[in-house]
């Protein structure tokens, strides 16, 4: 090749010397992040149901055909009533599983009985996950009393977008990233009432270890929220603290 | 609690406000009743997806990239190539779905510079450092038949034509100018809009917003006749693979050897990434090319600070993008009765009973953040255009035609129109059963 000529030369001893440098650049990139990573792990799409409204954006903005967002009952916190607020249409015609009656559009509501008590008869309600689409009609009902449903999102049906379209579109701005083994975001009142029963549990396990470490779980589980919670607040008055400066200045 | 109960029985229509509002005293609550028998179950945290996917992705991606990088530089087989090229697009694209992707990537990565709380998988790290890698050394391998947004439209890029060359260059700057907007959208965390604007992956995922199916299903019938409009016009990771591939080690190359300047291979590439042998320039004209040469860089740096200068008139607009600045917007709209009745969103933040003075407060740090990125941005913008004029003004010695290195996708398109091509496959015994050279020189100088 008659490529021998100094032009050439001192071009390719240039690229030599960019590409070298640009090795470098991508190895240390690498390893900064891959550093970044070991002070947390991989993050995951949750919303905060102290946030949400229910507004409906959760069914119908997912990528998803059937949203990756399910409700769940937070049976702690739930009043176990026999006219549900979350169950029932608000002019339902009769306190039965009709389907004109029920405010999930697709039944996804199982209702069972379960005890009657001084007159009063309670009912446990649970989401029929697979049938559920993240609508929060339920949510909205439920809300008027105790509260106890509320969305999640389902990470085993996500697909763990890089920007949830829900989070663009949520009224609240209720989607955060959090850690993976977190999982879930709890109301501050599930958190109470989790963290409650498992000192209970504990407190009440005896000799039964396996009560005992089970109630040490939900224990650290409602441990992890408040610490999820704290940091959250910390992030947000930073950012206003370094707000007040800004306008000091 | 029968109160309550017997409240509800009869309907009241409670506020929906409740749902915002702080933790309801537990006195406002029905208790758990104290059952007989029954356990009240504990609902369970949602189950925790597989890392495996992500890493069985990962190692595909590499393996993915090897073998692209052996096809373009040593067994020059645009059929493997192709056959790759459809591979990718089963795999990176329909069934994993598109996400994460390289080009998302860049912003992971930003934004896990910029905040300290959002930690950034090794799966992610690898997948936006992979393709980089590799370019540095064989060129835009990712680009040739590993990118699933890439493949889609290598695919029906059947009937290109040639963009002409300004209209070319000057498209070609946006990529630069989107890659900082993504940067900066991504360093404030106000949004990945990398990912809310990819035209492709809501057809992998056969699902997704209409605007951008629509917008994809657009480009894609733009990508039969202006071959890969994406690549070339928009994304912002090809614009860093484009710098990188500049400098790589190797690089697909049209002829097996040496060139013998016969042009058949001119105008194969369906990208417009060919170049031809340069001429000298004539030893009159070289004067006025150094004056203007001498123009562009004295003007280069007006230019950045111009539009620096655009850039900070822009932070308003660009702060839009903001969740919490849109909101005060409409808010303010409602209050001085520019607009009728409420959004989900203002009437939410309504009922928190949160003061506007805080939320004006937050709109005004988010607009002082933006701001410097804003600059940044039109500084950046002034830059590339700078660079862009100077190159441009340049005179880069060619010798033989060559593959524009920034620009080639090492797609390997152009192999087999090389004769030396065919001589090295053995489908001819010598190059002039298909190009007579003697009159081929002739018409070059003529
Ligand atoms: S989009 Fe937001 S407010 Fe609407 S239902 Fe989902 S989490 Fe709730
Ligand atoms: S009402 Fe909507 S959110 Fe509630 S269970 Fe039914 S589908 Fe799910
Ligand atoms: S990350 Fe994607 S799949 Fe998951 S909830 Fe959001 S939009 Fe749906
Ligand atoms: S230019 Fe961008 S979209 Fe096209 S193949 Fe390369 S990385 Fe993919
Ligand atoms: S390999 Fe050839 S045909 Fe393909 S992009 Fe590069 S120059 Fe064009």
Not at chain 2, 1 to 27: E, Q
Not at chain 2, 70 to 76: E, G, H, M, N
Not at chain 2, 101 to 121: E, H, K, M, R, W
Not at chain 2, 415 to 440: A, F, K, N
């Amino acid at each position: 090749m008659p490529d021998s000529s100094p032009k050439k030369d001192r071009r390719g001893f240039l690229n030599d010397a960019l590409r070298t440098t640009s090795v470098i650049a991508l190895a240390g990139a690498g390893g900064f992040l891959a550093g970044r990573r070991s002070e947390g792990e991989p993050m995951v799409w949750q919303l905060d149901p102290d946030q949400c409204i229910g507004c409906g954006h959760c069914a119908t903005y997912c990528v998803l055909d059937v949203s990756a967002v399910k409700c769940v009952n937070c049976f702690d916190m739930c009043g176990f009533c026999d006219i549900c607020t979350g169950y029932f249409e608000m002019n339902y015609l009769a306190l039965d599983t009709a389907a004109e009656n029920q405010l999930c559009p697709t039944g996804a509501i199982v209702r069972q009985f379960i005890e009657e008590k001084s007159g009063q008869r309670f009912y446990e309600y649970t989401i029929d996950v697979p049938l559920c689409i993240g609508c929060g009609k339920c949510v909205i009902g439920c809300a008027l009393m105790n509260g106890s449903l509320y969305l999640q999102v389902e990470h085993d049906r996500c697909l763990d977008c890089n920007e949830c379209a829900i989070a663009v579109a949520c009224p609240t701005q209720a989607f955060h990233r959090i850690p993976a083994s977190q999982a879930e975001i709890l109301k501050r009142r599930a958190e109470a009432v989790l963290g409650a029963r498992g000192r209970r549990m504990m407190r009440d396990a005896g000799d039964d270890t396996q009560r005992y470490r089970e109630g040490a779980e939900l224990l650290e589980r409602a441990l992890t929220q408040r610490r999820w919670r704290q940091q959250q607040q910390s992030a947000s008055s930073a950012s206003s603290g370094s707000e007040g400066t800004a306008r000091d200045a | 609690m029968p109160l309550m109960n017997d409240a509800c029985r009869i309907g009241i229509p409670l506020a929906t406000a409740g749902l915002m509002a702080p933790v309801a005293v537990a006195s406002d609550l029905i208790p758990v009743p104290d059952f007989t028998e029954y356990q009240v179950p504990v609902s369970m945290p949602p189950a925790p997806d597989h890392p495996l996917w992500e890493w069985l992705n990962v190692s595909l991606l590499l393996a993915a990239l090897l073998a692209a990088s052996y096809i373009a530089l040593v067994s020059r087989s645009r059929r493997n190539m192709f056959l790759l090229t459809i591979g990718s697009l089963i795999w990176f694209g329909f069934l994993y779905e598109g996400c994460i992707c390289a080009i998302g990537s860049i912003q992971n990565v930003v934004l896990a510079v910029f905040d300290t709380s959002y930690a950034i998988p090794l799966t992610v790290v690898l997948v936006f450092l992979l393709p980089l890698g590799f370019t540095l050394f064989f060129g835009r391998v990712f680009c040739a038949a590993v990118c699933p947004l890439g493949a889609i439209q290598e695919i029906v890029a059947v009937r290109t034509t040639r963009v002409p060359s300004w209209l070319d260059h000057s498209l070609g700057l946006f990529p630069y100018i989107y890659l900082g907007l993504a940067v900066i959208y991504a360093a404030t965390g106000t949004a990945f809009v990398i990912c809310r604007y990819d035209p492709f992956v809501p057809m992998f995922r056969l699902s997704g917003d209409v605007n951008m199916l629509i917008f994809g299903g657009a480009l894609l019938v733009m990508g039969v006749f202006i071959g890969r409009p994406y690549c070339r016009y928009l994304c912002p990771y090809g614009a860093v693979l484009a710098v990188l591939s500049r400098v790589s080690k190797w690089h697909t190359r049209i002829p097996p050897d040496e060139c013998i300047k016969c042009r058949l291979c001119e105008d194969s590439c369906p990208y417009g990434a060919i170049e031809r042998p340069s001429m000298p320039p004539a030893r009159e004209t070289r004067p006025a090319a150094r004056r203007s040469l001498a123009v562009m860089l004295a003007l280069a740096p007006l230019l950045v600070i111009g539009a620096a200068g655009l850039g900070w008139l822009m932070t308003v607009p660009l702060a839009r993008l903001d969740h919490n600045v849109r909101l005060a917007e409409r808010i303010h709209a409602e209050d001085t009765g520019q607009v009728e009745g409420m959004t989900d969103a203002s009437e939410a933040f309504r009922n928190t009973g949160q003061p506007k003075e805080e939320l004006l407060a937050m709109v005004a740090d988010i607009r002082s953040r933006i701001r410097l990125f804003a600059v940044l941005l039109g500084a950046w913008t002034g830059l590339v255009v700078a660079v862009k004029l100077i190159s441009l003004s340049v005179y880069r010695r060619r010798d033989e035609y060559q593959p524009d290195r920034s620009r080639c996708v090492s797609c390997g398109r152009c192999y087999w129109y090389c004769p030396c091509e065919q001589v090295r496959l053995g489908l001819i015994d010598d190059i002039s059963e298909l190009v007579d050279l003697e009159t081929e020189e002739a018409k070059a100088a003529s």
